[in-house]
């Protein structure tokens, strides 16, 4: 799946790529919520399930499953649980990480969603996931 903003309402389009972006979101639920409106990585992880469920019932499982052999996933989260929510030190959250300890938190979480999600399943049970973690720890 390509990169770039594609409506959800064309079969086309997502074919082409989805980019379930969300400019305040973090890889914990509270991060970035004092911004507003945002989607939460588990929102997005939904997203990709749902987006996955549609083109299985427009183009079969067999297609799809082709379709994301093919495609790079990738992601890019992590500032704003740095920016806005540790280094902001929302709820006491130094009190009980230092950075590294909150830098493997954030790794963990990433790993649990997708881990969680039927969209592993979907992905690692044909051995074709591809994924870039680009995790912007602050600096």
Do not use: C
């Not at 914990?28 to 945002?38: A, I, P, V």
């Not at 230092?98 to 039927?118: D, G, M, T």
């Amino acid at each position: 799946m390509g990169v770039g903003s594609v409506g959800l309402s064309s079969i086309d389009g997502m074919i082409q790529g989805v980019n379930y972006a969300s400019a305040a979101a973090g890889i914990l639920s509270s991060s970035g919520s004092e911004m507003g409106m945002h989607v939460s990585l588990t929102q997005q992880v939904q997203q990709v399930e749902d987006t996955y469920e549609q083109l299985a019932l427009a183009l079969g499982e067999a297609a799809i499953v082709d379709l994301f052999k093919r495609s790079v996933f990738f992601v890019s989260i992590g500032s704003n649980d740095f920016i806005h929510y540790y280094l902001r030190d929302v709820s006491g959250v130094q009190m009980h990480y230092l950075p590294w300890e909150f830098n493997q938190l954030l790794v963990n979480s990433v790993r649990q969603e997708i881990k969680e999600s039927s969209f592993d399943m979907v992905t690692s049970s044909s051995g074709f996931l591809q994924v870039v973690f680009n995790l912007l720890l602050g600096g």
